[in-house]
């Protein structure tokens, strides 16, 4: 039998909704851009600290706000949490932010899998060739 993976259907739903914005962004060049964009909008609809194989439930999905700025990630204040909570704060703080990198990069290729049509991949800077 083969894996279904963990990666559920809201998130390919959301990718290929997002398909005319890269393309417009492929063609008009500015690929980067339009990337970034789609992984901001990804990441306030499926957080870092959801896993893949968890659903976001209906009510957050349309409780997203693309407008709403995004809060600032304050790193932990020592004096306030003392040496050994703040050692703590400081691994999960460096943990997030190599799955926030991991998750990028595989949003990157997801968007271009997904959502590049074969003729526009060659004038994507992301820097992926799709051939099907």
């Known amino acids: 039998m083969v894996n279904p993976g963990s990666f559920g259907p ?18 008009g060049g500015y690929a980067a851009d339009a990337l970034a964009l789609i992984q901001r909008k990804y990441l306030k609809r499926f957080p870092i ?3 893949h194989d968890e659903e976001p439930t209906e009510e957050w999905l349309a409780s997203v ?10 790193p932990p204040d020592i ?13 999960v703080l460096e943990r997030r932010q190599k799955l ?9 290729i997801l968007v271009s899998m997904l959502v590049c049509p074969e003729g526009l991949s060659s004038k994507s800077n992301v820097g992926l060739r799709i051939s099907t």
Request: without cysteine; proline residues 8%.
């Open 10 to 27: 809201s998130r390919k739903a959301f990718l290929v909704s997002q398909k005319p914005a890269y393309s417009a962004g492929v063609l």
């Open 49 to 51: 600290e959801l896993p």
């Open 65 to 74: 706000n693309n407008d709403e700025p995004d809060p600032d990630q304050l």
């Open 79 to 91: 004096e306030s949490l003392g040496e050994e909570n703040y050692v703590a704060a400081m691994e």
């Open 100 to 108: 926030l990198a991991f998750r990028k990069a595989v949003s990157a």
